[in-house]
């Protein structure tokens, strides 16, 4: 890129660095955090804790590593859909050599493990973690274990002492990366913005320097930098003697001679207004963002239209404003030059 000399430039690009640096910072961070999630996944498993221990005291702790030797063969009673599909892992009760009846989440997998006959000569030990059991899952396991039963043998009341107040998840991981990949992909996400950003900028910005002569950029920069303030500062909006100069994101500079049409912009998002500014579109049929007010708290629109009065100021020839009539005389307009 072009030498940039005026302090102007070079905090616009010192910005452009920043934002690199932004970048590489979330990428670091990304890293650290998928190195993170594969830490926690290797961690020794602790000693799992016998399920009854927590029905007996009617604890009701989540992520504990626990299990249950089971001796009956599991029993469906309650699935999830998503989207119309049921999801892999579903609801079932089983019971151990004491007769304690649990609820076990697992894949089909791990109920193809646990049904078989020989479950219940010799019993089959099932890891995971607690979970609190929800209230529709409760009522679920009511109504089936009852309708097994053929009798009212699990009700509101009794549920915690027979049943208890967690279930055991199988699917879940004992040592939970989740949270880590999470912030990895965020991290990760941002990190792309940021770097696409970062590189649509160097190359507009390479763009609107090739065709400016080095001698005429000097001039340029050394107007930028005898400004000793500028109405506009706060925009990085700057109009010189013979050029519009916007350095809020990538370097934006234009003749007044080349500007064909100028009018105030409101971007919207879910109907709110987060920014304003002026669209330029020059003689090429190129379009320019400037002047952007979203740093601004007041006066917005007067500062947009002080701008295009001296944008008129500065060229007579300007069409300003938008509206059905303007932009049928630019389109004629643009003809005509092509045509040139």
Not at 33 to 52: A, C, D, R, T, W
Not at 326 to 334: A, D, H, L, P
């Amino acid at each position: 890129m072009k030498n940039l000399n005026s302090e102007a430039f070079d905090k616009s690009i010192k910005r452009n660095r920043n934002l690199l640096i932004v970048g590489l910072v979330l990428l670091g961070v990304a890293i650290i955090l998928i190195y993170m999630g594969v830490k926690n996944e290797q961690k020794e498993l602790p000693e799992p804790i016998k399920l009854s221990e927590f029905v007996e005291q009617e604890k009701n702790v989540e992520d504990v590593y626990a299990y249950i030797d089971a001796v009956t063969k599991p029993y469906l009673f309650a699935e999830y859909e998503n989207n119309g599909k049921t999801e892999d892992a579903k609801f079932y009760f089983v019971m151990d050599e004491n007769n304690y009846l649990y609820v076990i989440y697992m894949t089909e997998d791990k109920y193809k493990e646990l049904n078989v006959d020989s479950i219940e000569e010799a019993s089959i030990r099932v890891n995971g973690i607690t979970k609190k059991i929800s209230s529709d899952i409760k009522q679920y396991a009511i109504e089936s274990y009852n309708e097994i039963m053929e009798d009212e043998y699990l009700t509101n009341d009794n549920f915690s002492e027979y049943v208890g107040l967690v279930y055991l998840d199988t699917k879940s991981s004992v040592n939970d990366s989740s949270m880590y990949y999470v912030g990895a992909f965020l991290s990760g996400f941002f990190f792309l913005i940021i770097i696409i950003t970062y590189i649509v900028i160097i190359i507009k910005n390479k763009k609107t320097l090739k065709n400016i002569s080095h001698e005429e950029l000097e001039r340029i920069s050394g107007e930028i930098y005898q400004m000793k303030e500028s109405k506009y500062e706060k925009m990085k909006f700057y109009l010189l003697k013979d050029y519009v100069v916007d350095m809020q994101n990538n370097i934006v500079i234009i003749k007044y001679s080349d500007i064909l049409w100028a009018y105030p912009y409101e971007q919207r998002y879910n109907g709110l207004v987060i920014n304003k500014c002026i669209k330029i579109i020059d003689k090429n049929n190129k379009m320019y963002d400037v002047a952007n007010t979203k740093l601004l708290d007041k006066n917005k629109d007067e500062i947009l239209q002080e701008i295009l009065r001296e944008l008129n100021a500065k060229n007579q020839e300007i069409i300003l404003g938008y509206n059905n009539e303007n932009r049928k005389i630019v389109k004629e307009k643009i003809k005509e030059l092509k045509n040139k």
